[in-house]
C-alpha cells in the first residue's frame, strides 16, 4: 500500500512537472508570434497590465492552493470526509473574496494603476485582465482540492487548455484588432482577452470535473470538521509565507516596470510613444530570458521531495548526493542556453522579432542571456534551501536581489548614453546576487556541502566551446557564404547543438545518478551510453 502511494506520488508530480513545462513553452509561442503582431510598444502595453495580473495573482493565489492541499490531503489521510469538504468550502470563499477585491480594483482602477506604471496605454489591458483575477481564484481553489486528493492530472489538463486558449483567441484577436484599424493598445488588450477567456474555459473545465468526482465520492465518516475560523487561521498560517515568498519576485518586477519607464520619461524626456517602443523591446528580449528558466521546473519540482525523503532516512549522504546531481543538471541545461542566448543575441532577434531594432534587442538581450543562468542557478537552490527546511531565505536572498536591482536601474537608466540599456544591467545583478548568496547559503546549512567548482566547471566550459564554434558558424554562413540571417542562424544553433552533446560526452559531464532526477533519465543515458 505504501509503495502504491509513493508511486502515485511520484508519478503525479511528473504529469504536474510536465503539464507546468508544456505550459511554459506554450507561452513562448505565444508571446514570440504576439510581439511581432503588436510591434514593440503593443508588446510594451501588454507586458505592463500583465506585470499588474501577476502581482494580483501572487497575493490572491500564491499560498492558499498549497494550503487547501496540505490540509485536504491531512483530513483525507486521517479519514476526516466531512472536514475535507469544509476545508474547500471555507477555501473557495476565500479565494472569492481575495478575487472580487482584486477585481474591483483592477476594473474600476485600471487607469489609476496604468498611471503608476507610467504607461496610460496598458489601462485597457488592465481592465480586460480583471475577470480572470475573479476565474483563476476558483481555478485554484479547485486546482487544490483536487491535488489533495492525489489527482493532478485535472490541474495539468486545466492549465494546458488555458494557455492554448491564450495562444490561438489571444492571437486571434490582437490580429483581427488590428485588421480593423484599432490602435497597438486596443489590440494587446484584445490579446489579454484571449487570457481571461482561457480562464474561463479552464474553470468550466475544473467545475465539471470537481462536481463528477463530487459525486462519485462518498461521506464515509461521520467526524465533526472544525469551526470554519478554525480553517481559516489554518490556512492563512500556511499560505501567508508562501504568499510573501512568491509575491517577490512579481512585485520587484512591478516596481522596477514603473521605474525604468519613469526614468525614460522624467529623467530622460522620452515621449510615452518613444519609452514604450523601447521598453517594449526589452519585453521581447525578456520573453526568451525566461525559456531557460522554463526547463528546470521538472528539476525542482522534484529536488524538495528527493532530498526531503532522503533527509527523512537521515541519509545526509544521499541527500548531498541528490544535491550535487540536480545542481550539475542546473548547469548541464542553463549555461549552454545562457551561452547560446549571450553570443547570438542579435541575429535571434532578428529571426524572432524581425520587425524590431535588432542591434538594440541583441544588446539587451546578450546581457539578459548571462542572467538566465544565474535564474536557473537561483530557482534549484531555492529548492534545495526550501528542502532542507530554510523556506524564508530564498526571501531574503531575493528581496536584497531585488534592492540592487532598484537601485541600479534607477541611477542607470536615468543617463542618457545608457538609457534601456541600464534594465538587465539591474536584472543581471539581482539574480547573481540572490543565486551567489544562495549557493553561500546551501554550503553553510548541509553537513556536507557541495563542491562547486568540481560541478559547474566542464558543463560551463562546454558551453563556452560551444559558444565560440556556434558564433564562428554564423560568420561562415551569413558572412563568407552571405545566406540569409535566418539560415545562418538556424545553422549555427543546430551546429552548437551537436557540439555540446559531443562535448558533454567527451567531458564525462553528467552521471547515470544525474540522469534518474530527470524523466525518461534511464532512457536519455541508455542513447547516450552514460552508465
Given at each position: 500500500m505504501?509503495?502504491?502511494k ?5 508519478g503525479g508530480?511528473?504529469v504536474l512537472?510536465a503539464?507546468i ?6 507561452g513562448?509561442?505565444f508571446k514570440i508570434p504576439?510581439g511581432?503582431?503588436?510591434?514593440e510598444?503593443?508588446?510594451a ?6 506585470n499588474?495580473?501577476a502581482t ?9 492552493p498549497v494550503?487547501?492541499s496540505k ?10 470526509t ?6 474547500f ?6 479565494f472569492?473574496l481575495?478575487g472580487?477585491?482584486?477585481f ?10 496604468a498611471?503608476?506604471?507610467?504607461n ?13 483575477v ?5 481555478l ?15 490541474t495539468a489538463?486545466?492549465q494546458i487548455?488555458?494557455?492554448?486558449c ?6 486571434g ?6 485588421h480593423?484599424g484599432?490602435?497597438?493598445y486596443i ?8 487570457v ?6 479552464a ?6 470535473n470537481?462536481l ?5 465520492e ?6 465533526t ?9 489554518r ?5 501567508v509565507?508562501?504568499?510573501l ?16 519607464q519613469?526614468?525614460?520619461?522624467n ?7 518613444k519609452t ?6 526589452y519585453?521581447?528580449?525578456m520573453?526568451?530570458y ?5 526547463f528546470?521546473?521538472?528539476l525542482?519540482s522534484?529536488?524538495i521531495?528527493a532530498?526531503s525523503?532522503?533527509?527523512?532516512r ?19 541545461l542553463?549555461f549552454?542556453?545562457?551561452?547560446g ?5 542579435q ?17 539587451l ?6 542572467a538566465?543562468?544565474?535564474v ?7 529548492s534545495?534551501l526550501?528542502a532542507?527546511?530554510h523556506p524564508?531565505?530564498?526571501v531574503v536572498?531575493?528581496?536584497?536581489g531585488?534592492i540592487?536591482k532598484i537601485i541600479?536601474?534607477?541611477n542607470l537608466?536615468?543617463i ?13 545583478l539581482?539574480?547573481?546576487?540572490a543565486?551567489?548568496a ?6 553553510r546549512i548541509?553537513?556536507?556541502a ?7 566547471i566542464?558543463p ?11 558564433r ?8 563568407a557564404?552571405s545566406?540569409p540571417?535566418a539560415?545562418?542562424t538556424?545553422?549555427?544553433?543546430g551546429?552548437a ?5 559531443v ?5 564525462r559531464?553528467i552521471?547515470a ?7 525518461k533519465?534511464?532512457?536519455?543515458g ?6
Amino acid at each position: 500500500m505504501a509503495n502504491g502511494k509513493k508511486q502515485s506520488f511520484w508519478g503525479g508530480a511528473a504529469v504536474l512537472a510536465a503539464g507546468i513545462a508544456i505550459v511554459k513553452v506554450i507561452g513562448a509561442l505565444f508571446k514570440i508570434p504576439l510581439g511581432n503582431i503588436l510591434g514593440e510598444a503593443g508588446t510594451a502595453d501588454f507586458n505592463n497590465a500583465y506585470n499588474i495580473y501577476a502581482t494580483f495573482l501572487n497575493i490572491s493565489t500564491a499560498g492558499l492552493p498549497v494550503a487547501l492541499s496540505k490540509m485536504v490531503s491531512e483530513a483525507n489521510t486521517l479519514g476526516r470526509t466531512r472536514q475535507v469538504r469544509r476545508i474547500f468550502r471555507v477555501s473557495l470563499s476565500a479565494f472569492l473574496l481575495l478575487g472580487a477585491l482584486s477585481f474591483t480594483l483592477m476594473w474600476f482602477g485600471n487607469d489609476m494603476l496604468a498611471g503608476l506604471l507610467n504607461n496610460e496605454r496598458a489601462a485597457h489591458g488592465i481592465r480586460a485582465l480583471a475577470p480572470a483575477v475573479v476565474c483563476v481564484g476558483c481555478l485554484s481553489a479547485f486546482r487544490g482540492y483536487a491535488q489533495g486528493n492525489f489527482r493532478m492530472t485535472p490541474t495539468a489538463v486545466s492549465q494546458i487548455l488555458e494557455a492554448l486558449c491564450k495562444l490561438f483567441v489571444g492571437l486571434g484577436l490582437a490580429a483581427y484588432l488590428l485588421h480593423l484599424g484599432f490602435p497597438d493598445y486596443i489590440a494587446a488588450a484584445g490579446a489579454i482577452w484571449g487570457v481571461t477567456i482561457g480562464t474561463i474555459l479552464a474553470l468550466a473545465y475544473m467545475l465539471v470535473n470537481f462536481l463528477r468526482t463530487r459525486a462519485a465520492e462518498k461521506v464515509t465518516s461521520n467526524d465533526t470538521p472544525d469551526p470554519d475560523s478554525a480553517i481559516l487561521r489554518r490556512l492563512l498560517s500556511i499560505a501567508v509565507p508562501i504568499t510573501l515568498s512568491s509575491c517577490m519576485v512579481s512585485v520587484i518586477t512591478l516596481i522596477d516596470t514603473s521605474l525604468v519607464q519613469g526614468q525614460l520619461q522624467n529623467a530622460l524626456g522620452y515621449s510615452l510613444d518613444k519609452t514604450r517602443v523601447l521598453y517594449g523591446t526589452y519585453a521581447s528580449g525578456m520573453n526568451l530570458y525566461n525559456l531557460p528558466a522554463s526547463f528546470m521546473v521538472a528539476l525542482t519540482s522534484s529536488i524538495i521531495p528527493a532530498v526531503s525523503a532522503a533527509l527523512a532516512r537521515r541519509d545526509s549522504r544521499g541527500a548531498a548526493s541528490i544535491v550535487e546531481s540536480s545542481l550539475r543538471i542546473t548547469g548541464l541545461l542553463a549555461f549552454p542556453m545562457a551561452v547560446g542566448l549571450a553570443v547570438m543575441a542579435q541575429p535571434i532577434m532578428l529571426l524572432l522579432y524581425p520587425k524590431y531594432d535588432s542591434v538594440l534587442g541583441g544588446s539587451l538581450l546578450s546581457v539578459l542571456g548571462v542572467a538566465s543562468a544565474f535564474v536557473s542557478i537561483m530557482l534549484i537552490s531555492n529548492s534545495i534551501l526550501q528542502a532542507h527546511g530554510h523556506p524564508n531565505l530564498p526571501v531574503v536572498t531575493m528581496l536584497v536581489g531585488g534592492i540592487a536591482k532598484i537601485i541600479v536601474n534607477y541611477n542607470l537608466v536615468a543617463i542618457p548614453s545608457v538609457n534601456i540599456h541600464g534594465a538587465p544591467v539591474g536584472t543581471l545583478l539581482c539574480f547573481a546576487i540572490a543565486a551567489l548568496a544562495n549557493l553561500f547559503l546551501v554550503r553553510r546549512i548541509m553537513p556536507t556541502a557541495p563542491r562547486y567548482l568540481p560541478l559547474f566547471i566542464k558543463p560551463l566550459a562546454a558551453s563556452l566551446i560551444m559558444g565560440i564554434f556556434a558564433r564562428g558558424v554564423y560568420a561562415v554562413l551569413c558572412g563568407a557564404l552571405s545566406l540569409p540571417n535566418a539560415i545562418g542562424t538556424i545553422g549555427a544553433v543546430g551546429a552548437a547543438v551537436v557540439v555540446y552533446l559531443v562535448l558533454v560526452i567527451i567531458f564525462r559531464v553528467i552521471t547515470a545518478e544525474d540522469l534518474a532526477l530527470l524523466p525518461k533519465g534511464a532512457k536519455i543515458g541508455r542513447i547516450l551510453r552514460i552508465k
